[in-house]
């Protein structure tokens, strides 16, 4: 039996008809990119952490709603209803920091990891585009791209482009790997409240940058979403608390986003930035940012030590820390997430 049909099965049998129909898209993707490094594995993932974008009405006509209406499209659901089809009895809970989300639950599940409540964790996000009503709100807030794409560190940016994907990574603990991650707020330190801060986005990175990892980082995955604020605010404090902060002989470090290849994923955009991250690891190459070209860029990247790469280029080995890297994440409530990654050798 093929894969896709034995999920098929297996989820008519656990899902009544009715609530089957009422599992919210979100729900379903998750389930349905599960099943597949799932099957066959003994049952000892432990733990889920998963994101989600909750944009469901259920204002519309009372009559058309029920009960499984409720655990079709609540949030928490998302994570349970995982831990419910596969049998995982370790912590389970969907995280909302909007767009800094999935990585939020990388440092959630590393830490669960960690201390013990788990041996491996699940983590993701995920992100449906199915309200309206968020597109105008985020059209009216100005944004969003008029073309509908994200053109980060271009000149032509003018706002993200709405993207929709699930990503999960397993995790589990490999004594070889150093593995760091962070977590911090904007707090009242830029008005509004969906303005960055380039003071707590310094810090974030201050608290998890040794100065040896400052030394030795040599790349960046940015939140790089193409709002040209976002952009800038980001790239200066990338360059203050890293790029700047070592000596002239270290290597340019380089920047990239993959916001321009397939949007915005808004809370599953942490996750896209990982899996990019651990692709580029694996086939030791840096590729470019789709839309960054040396005549574009909306930002003297030079003067801020930085290197946003215009050509597929290999990606050198650090001889004493393996290739490393770091993933920003930020959502427009303030809250940032940052996660150094570091190649273990067997
Ligand atoms: C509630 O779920 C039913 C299927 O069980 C679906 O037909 C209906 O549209 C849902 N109602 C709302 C308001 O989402
Ligand atoms: C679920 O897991 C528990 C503990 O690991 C086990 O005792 C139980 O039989 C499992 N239930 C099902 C339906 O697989
Ligand atoms: C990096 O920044 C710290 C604190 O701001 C400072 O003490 C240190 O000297 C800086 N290192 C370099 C190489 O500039
Ligand atoms: C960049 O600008 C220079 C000078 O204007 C031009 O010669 C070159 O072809 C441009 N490069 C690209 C990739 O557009």
Not at 40 to 48: D, I, Q, R
Not at 123 to 149: H, Q, Y
Not at 280 to 307: A, Q
Request: charged share 15%; with cysteine; hydrophobic share 40%.
């Amino acid at each position: 039996m093929s894969l896709i049909a034995s999920f098929l099965v297996f989820l008519r049998w656990r899902l009544t008809t009715n609530s089957f129909c009422s599992v919210h898209t979100q729900h379903w993707r998750m389930l349905e990119l599960l099943w597949k490094p799932s099957a066959g594995a003994e049952p000892a993932f432990t733990s889920v952490s998963t994101s989600q974008s909750a944009y469901v009405s259920f204002l519309i006509f009372p009559s058309t709603i029920t009960h499984y209406n409720s655990t079709g499209s609540a949030m928490s659901i998302a994570a349970n209803r995982i831990s419910f089809t596969f049998n995982l009895t370790g912590p389970s809970f969907a995280i909302d920091s909007a767009c800094s989300s999935s990585l939020v639950a990388l440092h959630v599940a590393c830490q669960a990891i960690k201390q013990g409540d788990c041996d491996m964790a699940l983590c993701g996000g995920v992100n449906c585009i199915i309200e309206p009503r968020v597109f105008v709100a985020l059209s009216k807030a100005k944004m969003i791209s008029a073309d509908g794409t994200s053109k980060p560190f271009s000149r032509t940016a003018d706002g993200y482009g709405r993207g929709e994907g699930c990503g999960v990574v397993l995790l589990k603990l490999l004594k070889k790997v150093t593995k760091r991650s962070t977590v911090n707020q904007d707090g009242h330190c830029a008005t509004p409240i969906t303005k960055p801060s380039m003071d707590q986005q310094k810090e974030l990175l201050r608290q998890i940058y040794s100065d040896s990892d400052i030394a030795n980082v040599q790349y960046i995955e940015a939140h790089g979403t193409g709002t040209p604020v976002g952009d800038l605010t980001e790239m200066r404090s990338i360059s203050n608390a890293i790029a700047k902060n070592r000596s002239s002989d270290s290597e340019t470090l380089l920047i990239g986003s993959v916001k321009g290849n397939i949007g915005h994923t808004e809370s599953a955009a942490g996750v896209a930035g990982l899996i990019k991250v651990l692709l580029m690891m694996k086939h030791e190459t840096i590729v470019p940012s789709v839309f960054s070209s040396e005549n574009s860029t909306s930002i003297d990247i030079k003067s801020l030590h930085l290197n946003s790469p215009v050509k597929v280029q290999r990606w050198e080995t650090n001889v004493l820390q393996g290739r490393m890297a770091g993933i920003n994440s930020f959502g427009f409530g303030g809250t940032n997430a940052h996660v150094i990654l570091r190649e273990c050798w067997h």
